[in-house]
C-alpha cells in the first residue's frame, strides 16, 4: 500500500510516494508560486502530484499538509496569513479528489510535521502518544496529539505556541498582540537580539551558536537567555499538557549541539522530568506525516490494522 504525502509551504512545495512501511519510494520538490495567489500555489501541488503520477505506483490515497489554519473534516484552508496570499478558503480535499479520483486527507502543515516524528523519527517505537511538538525556525509553531490523535481545538488553531504570551507587554507581534513566544525563541528573534545587543551581525543561527560554543562572552548573554525563556516555554507545556514527551524542532535543532546540554542542565534546575527530545525527521517530517494521515484513514476505511 502507497501513498502520496505533499507539504506545502511559502518557498516550496515538497512530495513523496511512501510506502506503508514508510520508505519513500519517489520525491519531488518545486518551488511555491505565491506571484500568481491561489492559482499558483494550486499549480505548483499539481506539478509535484502529477510528476509522482508518472512512476506509474499504484496511490490509495494522498494526504496533505498546508500552511495556516485547517478544516481537516472539511479539507479546507479556514486562515492563512500573507506567506500565501489568497490561500484562504481553498477547499484542498474537494480540489484534489475531482482532480485525481483519489481519497484526500488535509492537515496543518505542524500537524503533520508531528504526525511525521510519531510515525517514523523521534517517538517512532517508543509508544509515545501525547506528545507536543515545539517548532523553532524563522517563527515559532507546533502541535499536539492526544492518545495519537491530532488536536485541532474548536477553531483549528490548537498548537500555535508561538502566540502564547511569554512575556506581558513585551515585543510586539505581528499577529497583534505582545510578548508572544515567537518574538523570544523563533530564529529571527534570535538574530535580531544578538545583532542589537552585540557587536556581532550574524545573519544565521548556527553562526550565533558556533560563537556561543566558542565561549564568546556577549553571545553567552544572549543564549543563556533564550534558555532560559525556552525552559520556561517547556515548563509551562508539561504543566498545561502532561504529555509523555514534548519535540522540538524546526530550523535551530541542527545546531543542537551547541546548545542542547545546556537546556537539559537548566530544566533538571527546574524539575521538569518529562521527555524532551530532539525531532529527527528535518525537513521531511511534513511528508511522512501527510503520508501517515492518508494511510491511517484507508486503512480504517478498509478494516485493518497499521
Same mark, same amino acid.
Given at each position: 500500500?502507497?501513498?502520496?504525502?505533499?507539504?506545502? @509551504?511559502?518557498?516550496?512545495?515538497?512530495?513523496?510516494?511512501?510506502?506503508?512501511?514508510?520508505?519513500?519510494?519517489?520525491?519531488?520538490?518545486?518551488?511555491?508560486?505565491?506571484?500568481? *495567489?491561489?492559482?499558483?500555489?494550486?499549480?505548483?501541488?499539481?506539478?509535484?502530484?502529477?510528476?509522482?503520477?508518472?512512476?506509474? !505506483?499504484?496511490?490509495?490515497?494522498?494526504?496533505?499538509?498546508?500552511?495556516?489554519?485547517?478544516?481537516?473534516?472539511?479539507?479546507?484552508?479556514?486562515?492563512?496569513?500573507?506567506?500565501?496570499?489568497?490561500?484562504? =478558503?481553498?477547499?484542498?480535499?474537494?480540489?484534489?479528489?475531482?482532480?485525481?479520483?483519489?481519497? /484526500?486527507?488535509?492537515?496543518?502543515?505542524? $500537524?503533520?510535521?508531528?504526525? +511525521?516524528? &510519531?510515525?517514523?523519527?523521534?517517538? #517512532?517505537?517508543?509508544?509515545?502518544?501525547?506528545?507536543?511538538?515545539?517548532?523553532? @525556525?524563522?517563527?515559532? @509553531?507546533?502541535?499536539?496529539?492526544?492518545?495519537?490523535?491530532?488536536? $485541532?481545538?474548536?477553531?483549528?488553531?490548537?498548537?500555535?505556541? +508561538?502566540?502564547?504570551?511569554?512575556?506581558? #507587554?513585551?515585543?510586539?507581534?505581528?499577529? @497583534?498582540?505582545?510578548?508572544?513566544?515567537?518574538?523570544?525563541?523563533?530564529?529571527?528573534?534570535?538574530? #535580531?537580539?544578538?545583532?542589537?545587543?552585540?557587536?556581532?551581525?550574524?545573519?544565521?543561527?548556527?553562526?550565533?551558536?558556533?560563537?556561543?560554543?566558542? =565561549?564568546?562572552?556577549?553571545?553567552?548573554?544572549?543564549?543563556?537567555?533564550?534558555?532560559?525563556?525556552?525552559?520556561?516555554?517547556?515548563?509551562?507545556?508539561?504543566?498545561?499538557?502532561?504529555?509523555?514527551?514534548?519535540?522540538?524542532?524546526? *530550523?535551530?535543532?541542527?545546531?543542537?549541539?551547541?546548545?542542547?546540554?545546556?537546556?537539559?542542565?537548566?530544566?533538571?534546575?527546574?524539575?521538569?522530568?518529562?521527555?524532551?527530545?530532539?525531532?529527527?525527521?528535518?525537513?521531511?517530517?511534513?511528508?511522512?506525516?501527510?503520508?501517515? &494521515?492518508?494511510?491511517?484513514?484507508? !486503512?480504517?476505511?478498509?478494516?485493518? /490494522?497499521?
Amino acid at each position: 500500500m502507497n501513498v502520496i504525502g505533499v507539504d506545502i @509551504g511559502g518557498t516550496g512545495v515538497k512530495g513523496a510516494i511512501i510506502s506503508k512501511e514508510a520508505e519513500i519510494l519517489q520525491e519531488v520538490k518545486v518551488s511555491t508560486n505565491i506571484a500568481e *495567489g491561489r492559482e499558483g500555489i494550486l499549480r505548483s501541488v499539481v506539478s509535484v502530484i502529477d510528476s509522482l503520477f508518472r512512476n506509474n !505506483i499504484p496511490i490509495s490515497g494522498i494526504g496533505l499538509g498546508s500552511a495556516g489554519r485547517i478544516d481537516p473534516q472539511k479539507g479546507e484552508v479556514v486562515y492563512a496569513t500573507a506567506n500565501l496570499p489568497n490561500w484562504e =478558503g481553498t477547499n484542498l480535499k474537494a480540489f484534489l479528489e475531482k482532480k485525481y479520483e483519489v481519497e /484526500s486527507y488535509i492537515e496543518n502543515d505542524a $500537524n503533520t510535521a508531528l504526525l +511525521g516524528e &510519531m510515525w517514523a523519527g523521534a517517538t #517512532h517505537k517508543k509508544q509515545i502518544e501525547t506528545v507536543v511538538m515545539l517548532t523553532l @525556525g524563522t517563527g515559532v @509553531g507546533g502541535a499536539t496529539a492526544i492518545n495519537g490523535k491530532i488536536l $485541532n481545538g474548536n477553531k483549528f488553531q490548537s498548537g500555535e505556541w +508561538g502566540h502564547v504570551i511569554l512575556v506581558p #507587554h513585551g515585543k510586539s507581534c505581528n499577529c @497583534g498582540k505582545e510578548g508572544c513566544i515567537e518574538q523570544y525563541l523563533s530564529g529571527t528573534a534570535l538574530t #535580531h537580539a544578538v545583532r542589537t545587543e552585540t557587536e556581532f551581525q550574524f545573519t544565521h543561527g548556527a553562526e550565533i551558536f558556533e560563537a556561543y560554543s566558542d =565561549g564568546n562572552k556577549q553571545v553567552k548573554k544572549v543564549i543563556d537567555r533564550y534558555i532560559d525563556y525556552l525552559a520556561i516555554v517547556i515548563y509551562n507545556i508539561t504543566v498545561a499538557i502532561d504529555p509523555q514527551a514534548i519535540l522540538i524542532g524546526g *530550523g535551530l535543532i541542527d545546531s543542537k549541539a551547541h546548545w542542547w546540554h545546556d537546556l537539559e542542565n537548566k530544566l533538571r534546575t527546574i524539575d521538569v522530568t518529562t521527555a524532551v527530545l530532539p525531532a529527527s525527521l528535518g525537513n521531511k517530517a511534513g511528508m511522512f506525516g501527510a503520508a501517515a &494521515m492518508a494511510l491511517q484513514h484507508v !486503512i480504517e476505511k478498509r478494516g485493518e /490494522s497499521v
